[in-house]
């Protein structure tokens, strides 16, 4: 490996870590040796990588807590960035975000900024050597990693009234449902459950479960499953058994991966992916822990089962199963980390010697565990897989405009009278309080707050409305003084309406 | 009780339910048998209710099943919204929607018309009598029950891309979050937990945070805790015991209320209320359970303890407490229904002697369990708590517009020099595609969808904008042949920014 990091922390004497290999035969990565316990770790997973055999060209870059202290918000240097758009390869120790405002998140910025679109998280459970109340627990969580709610979308709309909004799109879906069969068929893995709220969400998550059963039709051999997110999220947490790959949009997934995480008995063993187009980044799911850093007490089992990952997405199958198996076998033999408590015949070790112990089991298969096999043609599959392709446009024809409007003073029926003085070229059909039909014939019973959806169409009904008709409306709205706080058109695609009716319309 | 409902399916001879309460101390009540094991479990509870002395007045209502097939698709009908106005209480039994389409989900229809605000469910384990991985468990979530995600808006806004907005209100939040507080003081609770996803939702999620904090101030016996929900799940589905009340908005408390309820080891023994600010309404967690239905067989604890927050609720604390101790007493002594696996001593009985074996324990403590104590002030510290107070407005300043853009054909640059083109009157800040900013200074790798969002503010910069600013804005756009689909008006409130800035900008 080549080690040429200006600021590289002292490597342990033990593995000669700066040994180069040859341009031909290896891989460029980019390595990050992070903050807190992350130098330690990251020494531990290359010395291991190293004695496997593992033909990787490092480069190494200095991000996080130096980084941004130095005044960059990001805690990435452009410099940074080239390496990863150079190699496309990125293995990362934690870092630390300083306290105080204005740092961003590194992982938000690099996941939003490459196109990281799948995070990928295995959580498996490995009773009896480590505790785990869910001792079969296998599964593997696949979550769509940049839209949602997640877009960051916030508008203070009233005095009362805050809105996110939630985007699901069809390309989201399409790349991250097409990843978890992938992922399913090129692991041997032979069910993945779709979870979604689409009884409640029937357009945007109904989209994500669409695509879902779509793109789920062509890999005929691998069992597809729906959960509602609640009954499904109270099943993993329970059963957890049942469950293979799980693909799920990003909130859900988020809540789901640390409740899964957490369940397997500990968070120090597992590592994940962040999969995009062009780029992938490993890391641990843990943070940097700098209470205990510097002090070889570290487990660097999640970072290195990070690393697994890696190498089996740059075609090193045969070493990533080589390191996993010893790994196991390490665990199995009663060797671990402080964090980690085991059967009886357990030694702890510190950091350096735990990755010692796993290179001296190099070639050995676990006794216990079933013995991991990867192959290239995973890799293969999954870089294969193809990118999104535009459809052809639907015809799309606007049918009328929902205008939402600020007031503190109206009652439902005092609203629509005032829009209705205002509009007479356009049909108020309806207005909703939080999503309560509360005009026509509301209930007295309903809250109101102080902003309202009024929904107009075309005067006939069933007639197309223009841009410009939506501009004369506001325009008569504004000229009768009333608050417009924003708008949303409301068309049909191909015929099919492109909108949820109101409760209660 | 006076049971007068015409469909009132027949009553088990040993207790007589028909007997007549005096009209000056009984309390007026809606009661709804259900559908599948309704009738039978709500039978076992009224038995129950009548034989600890409850001063009930009971309304039948016929909802459910047979309504919905007579062609109401609300299941419900007029003469059971005036019952339900009339008396303001509400013990439903489980009630089946028949499949296909175009049924409306009861619960829903019932909370979102009478402004149920609140969802309360109390999650406890009752180990070693009922099986439980958690035996210490004993958490209430109450869940926001309105606003959120659940406002069902949505619109399909371009070929690839879908919306769904989140609303969170001010008066929401301050009437949950203070429904927890005086719940934790009143049940004797001694800390509340909020989860939010605030790190990421600022603005919505922080406004929760944000009531949380200042409502929670006025109850300095109670301790205060946040937790982000994914890391909060994760510990409530490892370590309830560590939890005491969680309040939460609608879509996490939807989650974590499945994963709690399923956690205690039987969702038959859990109930729940459903509170507003004129009515409330009681139930068990599960559903109908068609096919066991008319076998005798169903549990019908759930409804009971459902029944128990009723007479809560309705200030008969002493009867609420006397049933919850001799069920208690009940489950210690072995007896429970066939849903359960318990203790070697147990023995199975049906949904009918179940309700007797409680009914000949009225009177007795439980020996094993703490025995509950509820007093009256509880319900009138619940029912005397103030109602949403508007504030005074904030001094609201337009200072741009977002302007959502359709456009299939466009890259970051093309589109900005379109509409750099087409506007004279605003300046083009930024664009962001599902909220990455890609102009001015993108990044290659950002994928794009045909969905933009096209910040526009004053020409000046921190000049405002007027409606008229706006409208002449889009008059500009779609002169030029920019498709626009949405607006989102830029906002400052007393001077503080009231949208979120764009990752990256």
Redesign the interface.
């Known amino acids: 490996m080549n080690m040429d990091a200006p600021n590289l922390p002292q490597v342990d004497g033990a593995v000669d870590l700066h040994r180069i290999k040859s341009a031909q035969t290896a891989t460029p990565i980019t390595v990050a040796m992070g903050d807190g316990i992350g130098p330690e770790i990251m020494r531990a997973v290359l010395a291991i990588l190293d004695a496997a055999g593992a033909q990787l060209a490092t480069e190494f870059i200095d991000i996080g807590e130096r980084v941004y202290l130095s005044g960059n918000t990001a805690g990435i240097s452009a410099a940074a960035w080239d390496s990863l758009?150079s190699t496309k390869v990125f293995l990362k120790a934690p870092v630390t975000t300083p306290s105080g405002g204005g740092y961003?998140s590194l992982n938000?910025?690099v996941r939003?900024?490459?196109?990281l679109?799948a995070n990928v998280r295995p959580c498996i459970s490995y009773a009896p050597f480590v505790a785990s109340?869910h001792p079969n627990m296998d599964l593997v969580i696949v979550r769509e990693n940049?839209?949602d709610?997640?877009?960051?979308?916030?508008?203070?709309?009233t005095?009362?009234?805050?809105?996110?909004?939630?985007?699901?799109?069809?390309?989201?879906c399409e790349k991250i449902v097409r990843y978890a069969f992938e992922y399913a068929r090129s692991h041997g893995r032979r069910k993945v459950t779709c979870m979604v709220?689409d009884n409640?969400?029937?357009?945007?998550d109904g989209?994500f479960y669409r695509v879902f059963e779509e793109i789920g039709a062509e890999y005929p051999e691998i069992e597809r499953e729906r959960y509602i997110?609640?009954?499904g999220?109270?099943?993993m947490?329970?059963r957890p058994e049942r469950f293979d790959v799980i693909v799920t949009p990003n909130?859900?997934g988020?809540?789901l991966?640390?409740?899964a995480?957490?369940?397997t008995g500990s968070i120090g063993l597992a590592g994940s992916a962040n999969i995009?187009?062009?780029?992938a980044m490993f890391e641990a799911i843990h943070g940097s822990a700098p209470d205990i850093a510097g002090q070889d007490l570290a487990n660097p089992s999640g970072l290195l089962l990070a690393a697994v990952m890696m190498l089996v997405h740059i075609r090193q199958a045969h070493v990533a199963q080589n390191i996993h198996n010893a790994w196991l076998r390490t665990l199995e033999d009663g060797l671990h980390t402080a964090d980690l408590t085991g059967p009886q015949a357990e030694q702890t070790l510190g950091t350096q010697a735990f990755a010692a112990a796993v290179i001296a089991r190099l070639g050995q298969l676990p006794q216990h565990f079933q013995p991991v096999s990867y192959q290239n043609r995973a890799a293969e599959a999954l870089s294969n897989k193809p990118t999104?392709t535009?459809?052809p446009?639907?015809l799309?024809a606007m049918v009328g405009v929902?205008v939402f409007v600020?007031s503190?003073d109206d009652t439902p029926d005092t609203l629509a009278a005032r829009l209705r003085g205002a509009a007479d070229t356009m049909h108020l059909q309806m207005i909703?309080n939080?999503?309560?039909k509360v005009w026509p014939q509301g209930?007295p019973?309903?809250?109101c707050?102080?902003?309202w959806?009024c929904r107009f169409i075309a005067p006939g009904g069933d007639a197309s409305v223009s841009?410009?008709d939506?501009?004369a409306l506001?325009?008569q709205l504004?000229e009768h003084g009333i608050?417009?706080?924003?708008?949303?058109?409301?068309?049909t695609?191909d015929g099919v309406i492109?909108?949820?009716l109101?409760?209660?319309q």
Chains 1, 2 share one sequence.
């Open positions: 758009r961003k938000v910025t939003k900024t490459l196109g679109y109340s940049e839209e709610l997640y877009a960051g979308i916030e508008h203070r709309q005095d009362e009234v805050y809105q996110c909004l939630k985007l699901i799109t069809r390309p989201g709220k409640i969400m029937k357009l945007t989209l997110i609640d009954i999220a109270a099943r947490a329970t909130l859900y988020d809540i991966s640390d409740i995480a957490e369940m995009g187009e062009h780029v999104y535009r459809k446009p639907a799309k929902d600020h503190a909703t939080r999503g309560v209930f019973e309903t809250f707050t102080d902003h959806r841009h410009r939506i501009i506001l325009q504004t608050d417009v706080i924003k708008t949303e058109n409301l068309c695609f492109g909108y949820a109101a409760q209660g």
